[in-house]
């Protein structure tokens, strides 16, 4: 019989025992917020702070997780220096509330954020209606704590708009298309919705260079070095955030990524057209063009790797390495048919929401470790307010990983990652969600074709998550027990919403030209002016403001 599953009766909310960080209560609420007391005599100075996020990553490509290929050499020696973590998990499988989860340290049901149609809502009168985001970003912790904040990434979902860059001096994207370029995209939209096609043309011919796939993570790169360098001795610490985004689809890299893991390919998968409405990557598709499909984006992988190589070495030559703490992860996976479908956004299964997770910090931290416990992006803002000595001043759900590097032995808790799915034409999504307590993964399809259906993974076993799992009755007393648990978790969850600070400022709806943006990318469907009928006050655990039925 598979062990039963036990998910906690609440979230870590303060559990923590790391010397720098202490519980305050909220009163009735029980809530523990994050404190920095006074460093200890013999702790190393607050460390500069480098995090990088590597969109659409798996963390089962990583060379230094024993995969066959050698895709991650440079991240291999960051985390032979450090410490990597078998097992991390995303608070769901895309882009957008898996950073906020990141830069919150807070799960779906408290920052609120589920889908980016919420952006799209509109009242019976056709007013604009806000999305109810909750939390603080760590950014805001660090800069008021002394540091200088600065941060890039290539992708919209990163976007102020979204909530993102609060507490940075500097947030800037880029990267960009002709379609979310600021000058470029509004004229080419303008041009498409006026049917013209030789302004469309004289765009194209203007800026050949916005066409086609774009790498941006040599650009990232290559600012992230200039504001290194440009920075005096003395300075402040630094919090810098990096978003990398050319593991994403289409799995187009230059040369010689694109074609290192299979060049003796001669058939016609190339890479692009992953999501396009008629498109070759298909569950039935051959095996021989699924294995190049997959090299290809191993590809990527390589060349984020790379780029990240001379990234490292300037940390080096500007003698910032011993004391900087490097977070290497990212914010959901990718799927290649092993429950029957492709990228991701589409389920919770392990390919979608199992990330890495790499810390390196020589001043603070003894290289090599390998932490088996299951962790989850929930726990980054934690640790890395304990690696500073910051205050937060705000509810956590997640715990400081620092003391499992000396061998602290890991308390038990359960990882929540949660999803929506608006397939198209449909007003009611479907809700799926994840429980992962150590080994044990339950997955729980909330509502849609599959409503009820709760599945248990052994994620011990070989092909653990990746694998088929083990269906449970209703009738079968590892199920009852687990809606038993979910009952107490959603309490926590409740009060943990509750007790996160709104943002002060409101959040615009998306414009044709953004949403434009999104939909070059194969996101962003549907109506908008989408109109809900659920409430603020219901977790998105349970639905949020999406309506139950058509």
């Not at 980016?116 to 008021?144: K, N």
């Not at 780029?307 to 300037?314: M, S």
């Not at 914010?331 to 890495?356: A, C, L, N, W, Y």
């Not at 998105?540 to 309506?547: A, N, R, Y």
Request: net charge negative.
């Amino acid at each position: 019989m598979a062990p039963s599953f036990r998910p906690p009766q609440a979230l870590s909310l303060g559990e923590d025992s790391s010397p720098l960080h202490r519980p305050q209560f909220l009163g009735p609420l029980g809530l523990a917020i994050l404190c920095a007391c006074n460093p200890q005599v013999n702790d190393p100075p607050r460390p500069h702070v480098l995090l990088i996020s590597i969109d659409t990553l798996r963390a089962d490509h990583l060379s230094s997780a024993g995969y066959p290929f050698e895709t991650t050499p440079v991240l291999d020696e960051v985390a032979a220096q450090g410490m990597r973590f078998e097992r991390c998990v995303s608070s769901t499988s895309w882009t957008l509330p898996a950073h906020i989860t990141m830069l919150t340290g807070l799960p779906i049901s408290a920052h609120g954020i589920d889908d980016d149609r919420l952006w799209r809502r509109r009242d019976a009168e056709g007013r604009a209606i806000a999305p109810d985001l909750r939390g603080r970003f760590l950014a805001e912790s660090l800069q008021a704590s002394g540091y200088d904040t600065a941060g890039w990434f290539t992708w919209k979902y990163l976007d102020a708009r979204f909530g993102f860059g609060r507490g940075f001096d500097k947030w800037e994207r880029l990267g960009h298309n002709f379609y979310s370029h600021p000058l470029v995209g509004p004229a080419w939209l303008a041009a498409k919705e006026a049917d013209d096609a030789d302004a469309m043309r004289e765009l194209y011919a203007q800026h050949p260079d916005l066409f086609g796939v774009i790498h941006s993570t040599p650009e990232v790169v290559d600012h992230a070095i200039s504001w290194l360098e440009e920075r005096a001795p003395g300075d402040a610490p630094f919090f810098l955030f990096l978003h990398l985004f050319d593991v994403h689809n289409p799995y187009v890299s230059p040369e010689p990524f694109h074609s290192q893991f299979d060049p003796d390919y001669t058939g016609s998968i190339d890479g692009t057209r992953v999501t396009a409405p008629i498109s070759p990557v298909q569950p039935d598709m051959e095996p021989r063009d699924l294995q190049n499909l997959i090299a290809r984006y191993d590809g990527g992988i390589r060349h984020v790797d790379d780029e990240l190589g001379r990234l490292l070495k300037t940390l080096g030559d500007l003698g910032l390495e011993q004391d900087t703490l490097i977070v290497v992860t990212s914010d959901h996976g990718e799927e290649f048919f092993e429950h029957g479908g492709k990228t991701h956004r589409g389920s919770v299964h392990m390919e979608s929401i199992q990330v890495p997770l790499i810390l390196r910090w020589p001043a603070g931290l003894k290289g090599g470790a390998v932490i088996e416990d299951t962790v989850g992006l929930v726990d980054l803002v934690p640790t890395i307010l304990a690696a500073t000595g910051s205050d937060h001043g705000a509810p956590l759900g997640g715990r400081n990983l620092l003391p499992l590097a000396k061998g602290a032995e890991a308390s038990p808790r359960t990882y929540l990652s949660e999803l929506v799915v608006f397939e198209e034409g449909q007003r009611v999504p479907l809700r799926r969600s994840s429980w992962i307590r150590g080994t044990q993964q339950i997955t729980w399809d909330v509502r849609g074709r599959e409503a009820g259906r709760v599945l248990h993974f052994d994620l011990s076993k070989p092909q653990g998550g990746y694998g088929p799992g083990v269906l449970l009755p209703e009738d079968d007393p590892r199920r009852a027990e687990f809606e038993r648990e979910v009952a107490r978790m959603r309490e926590s969850l409740l009060r943990l919403r509750q007790a996160s600070p709104r943002l002060e400022s409101d959040l615009p709806p998306l414009t044709a030209f953004e949403l434009q943006d999104l939909s070059s990318m194969g996101y962003g469907g549907g109506d908008d002016n989408f109109q809900t009928e659920g409430t603020e006050d219901r977790l998105p655990l349970d639905g949020g403001v999406w309506p139950d039925q058509e």
